[in-house]
């Protein structure tokens, strides 16, 4: 395979994520200058420049004037942040994506349903009463349907679903900006998070874990669905598809 920059950067990443991981530099410790660095990956100042940058946004290591770079902490954050590029890499993999999410959110849920406090029940609620503000516009509904599913991460007192859930919320909407304009399932949506909804207030982790699982089966449906039309119409009009009038009919809550 040909070598290019893009290689080098990529494989120097790869290395110099393994020294971080090693163990060998715990949380706050300072790293090899630059020049030691590219002399111990066998690459250009550079390339290991633009690897620190990298992780720099990343949160992983940061950059002090004057003074080199420091590690930032290791924990869930830096394996899941870790994660983040090669699912960015990977444009055509939205079925992944998606499915992937399954089996974290039945997990979230199901945990959920066993530790949610009152205040997180009160939270989800709000949720509730927001989309059935007037006014709500759809991607006023998707941004309050991601925030939703974070509530629930949050929930279940597990940060590195709450990790996960963020990143891949951000990950689709910005991957599928249109998605979220084709054929808006309100209605189907809301009625799912209710139902997710009442089985974790209710603290039944089994009932919670299935109710989400249907939910994202249906929307694993649905994104296969817009793929298919991407495939058969031009961008132009996939990106009309924000023109569209936004008919709202939200599953209304029980009282």
């Known amino acids: ?42 690459v250009s100042r550079n390339t290991i420049r633009a690897v620190l940058n990298k992780l720099v946004v990343m949160g992983i290591v940061e950059t002090r004037r004057g003074e080199g770079s420091f590690l930032k902490g290791i924990g869930t954050q830096i394996y899941v942040n870790s ?9 055509d993999d939205l079925i992944g994506l998606v499915e992937f999410r399954r089996g974290v959110e039945m997990a979230s849920a199901r945990l959920a349903a066993i530790n949610a406090t009152e205040e997180d029940i009160r939270d989800m609620e709000h949720y509730f009463e ?12 998707a941004q309050l349907t991601s925030d939703f599913h974070v509530k629930i991460a949050i929930a279940s007192k597990n940060e590195l679903f709450v990790r996960l859930l963020e990143l891949v ?6 991957k599928m900006e249109n998605f979220l304009y084709y054929k808006p399932n309100v209605e189907d949506s809301s009625f799912y998070h209710y139902m997710v909804f009442r089985c974790i207030k209710q603290k039944k982790p089994d009932e919670a874990a299935y109710m989400m699982d249907s939910h994202i089966k249906n929307l694993v449906l649905r994104v296969k669905d817009y793929i298919e039309y991407t495939k058969t119409h031009t961008p132009e009009e996939i990106e009309a598809l924000k023109e569209q009038k936004y008919v709202k009919n939200v599953f209304k809550m029980e009282q």
């Not at 927001?130 to 509904?141: A, C, L, Q, V």
């Not at 919320?169 to 910005?174: A, C, L």
């Open 169 to 174: 919320g951000w990950i689709m909407t910005s």
């Open 1 to 42: 395979m040909e070598t290019t920059k893009q290689n080098v950067t990529e494989k120097a990443y790869t290395e110099v994520m393994g020294l971080l991981l090693s163990g060998k530099y715990a949380p706050g410790d300072k790293l090899p200058p630059e020049n030691e660095l590219k002399d111990m990956f066998g």
């Open 130 to 141: 927001e989309i059935n503000k007037e006014g709500t516009s759809s991607h006023d509904f």
């Open 83 to 91: 994660f983040v590029p090669s699912i960015l890499l990977n444009e």
